[in-house]
């Protein structure tokens, strides 16, 4: 087993790996930059330390930086948590080749499943049913009008080098291509340094679901249920549950064989995720696959009682699955309320200062993964999210009836909150029934609580930097910094 881990990360995530290690005596070394120096995660590890300037290109995307600490500190496995460098392929091979265990799947898993395009081709080989739509990028305009036509209309384009929603295009008729294609090409290009685009048929009012996988490395895997993650807003997940109250148990053997051929197909190794849309008939589609552990994988173990994080750091030693299948039962539900630092009220914009007052729910099915606490400041250079409130219960209504009392019971002070909306969610009578699908924020917070939709992320990023800018006073230098950081920013609020 390891001795010691480095954990490439920040926040509540960092916290939770640093408390898998205590648990399984095994030295944790965080690392933190300027905003950080007295944030939790720098504070529980064993050892710390300091990497860089606030920006995130400074501090926890320096690649070189924390591949050397690992090895001076003599590290011999690196958590990247999730965002960040979780899903750098380029990374991964640099660590595989230092030596030093990357705790996640191989560098060529997550090449694979990078390449939308790519995954959809491998998808189809190995039977997972995929979105009808190309396996390629579409070379020209003219083509992807012959397939656009073909499929009929509306179509999605989708950056080949994409996910997560950026950069999508819904065409719903045949004189928008031509105008879609090209814009689409120039954001896919802008977002992700490659301008290719794929066309898919547009499933209308689908339910977002994915379903969690792990693999060893000696060829075993399991499934461990579905997670129900429609709720949301913008691509943010805002409340996600176990198990979906969609799927029945005939839905759930279909969709978690699917995923297992699917990470399978790519040789995955450790904790993955694969997303499916699901339509009215509980027909599903593959999306995407994550290679990585999620935000939301605690309502995962909450209903199969598992550690994934220790069950993480097992695998990637080369042990094996420390379960297998027939030990795996849903045991009650759980939802997942993340609490944000923005204001509903006012277009979602992100709040900033310090956490005055920060006392966190607890008793009967209660678990907060926060990354913070009193007296902390929470910034705009990295992600919104204060923390997340896990609620498990015998069944829905019993886990929906703590999350709220448990929203009750929160009390922030110094930043606003999205609590007063994930009141409301728990409140909304479809929601409650289990009637809804990845429109429903959309449709039921229309207007009110809900930010415009036709404002641009360009528009909303701008607002944040003018208003933090007005706020603080900050110097021309730490605004540049603000501003050349917000393209992690955008990606880390897509997680
Ligand atoms: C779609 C879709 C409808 N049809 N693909 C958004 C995130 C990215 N992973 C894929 N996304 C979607 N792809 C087809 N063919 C609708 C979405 C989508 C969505 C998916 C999951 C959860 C929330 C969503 C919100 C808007 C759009």
């Not at 997303?275 to 599903?284: A, Y």
């Not at 609490?339 to 509903?344: F, H, N, Q, R, S």
Request: charged share 25%; hydrophobic share 35%.
């Amino acid at each position: 087993m390891f001795k010691k881990i480095l954990i490439a990360n920040r926040g509540e995530i960092a916290l939770r790996i640093i408390r898998a290690c205590k648990e399984m005596s095994i030295k944790s070394v965080a690392v933190y930059s300027e905003a950080d120096k007295t944030s939790p995660h720098t504070k529980y590890a064993d050892e710390a330390y300091y990497i860089g300037e606030s920006p995130s290109s400074e501090s926890y995307l320096n690649q070189n930086k924390i591949i050397a600490l690992a090895k001076q500190v003599g590290a011999d496995a690196i958590h990247p948590g999730y965002g960040f460098f979780s899903e750098n392929a380029a990374f991964i091979k640099e660590v595989e080749l230092s030596g030093i265990t990357f705790i996640g799947p191989s560098s060529s898993s997550v090449m694979m499943m990078g390449s939308k395009t790519a995954a959809r081709q491998l998808m189809q080989k190995n039977n997972v049913s995929i979105v009808p739509g190309t396996t390629s990028p579409v070379s020209s305009v003219e083509e992807g009008l012959v397939i656009a036509d073909k499929i009929g209309y509306p179509v999605l384009l989708k950056a080949a080098a994409g996910g997560g929603g950026k950069g999508m295009k819904l065409i719903s008729s045949r004189n928008e291509f031509v105008s879609s294609f090209e814009s689409a090409k120039r954001e896919a290009l802008k977002f992700f340094a490659d301008d290719s685009v794929y066309i898919e048929k547009y499933i209308e009012d689908p339910r977002h679901i994915e379903v969690q996988i792990f693999g060893d490395k000696h060829g075993n895997y399991v499934h461990i249920f579905e997670r129900e993650c429609s709720i949301q807003r913008r691509h943010q997940k805002i409340i996600e549950e176990a198990p979906s109250s969609f799927v029945n148990d005939k839905t759930r053997e279909k969709i978690t064989r699917a995923a297992i051929n699917a990470a399978k197909a790519c040789g995955y190794y450790n904790a993955g995720t694969i997303e499916f849309l699901m339509d009215r008939n509980s027909d599903f589609y593959f999306l995407e696959m994550n290679t990585r552990l999620q935000v939301e994988h605690p309502v995962t173990e909450m209903i199969s009682g598992l550690d994934l994080v220790k069950e993480q750091i097992n695998v990637a030693a080369g042990n094996k699955l420390s379960f297998n299948q027939d030990d795996l039962k849903i045991n009650g539900h759980s939802f997942e309320a993340r609490i944000y630092a923005e204001d509903p009220e006012n277009s979602f914009l992100p709040s900033t200062g310090k956490l005055l007052e920060f006392q966190i729910p607890s008793g009967p099915g209660i678990r907060v993964d926060a990354g913070f606490s009193r007296g902390s400041l929470i910034s705009l250079y990295y992600d919104p999210l204060i923390a997340k409130l896990t609620a498990w219960g015998k069944n829905r209504d019993e886990a929906l009836e703590r999350l709220k009392r448990a929203l009750d019971e929160f009390q922030i002070a110094g930043v606003t909150t999205n609590i007063s909306l994930l009141k409301e969610i728990c409140n909304n009578e479809n929601f409650r029934k289990g009637k809804f699908d990845i429109n429903f924020i959309g449709k039921e917070f229309a207007g009110g609580s809900q930010g415009s939709n036709t404002t641009s992320d360009e528009i909303e990023i701008a607002a944040v930097i003018i208003t933090s800018l007005l706020k603080s006073r900050s110097t021309a230098s730490e605004v540049k910094n603000i501003i050349s950081d917000n393209n992690n920013w955008g990606r880390l609020r897509y997680e």
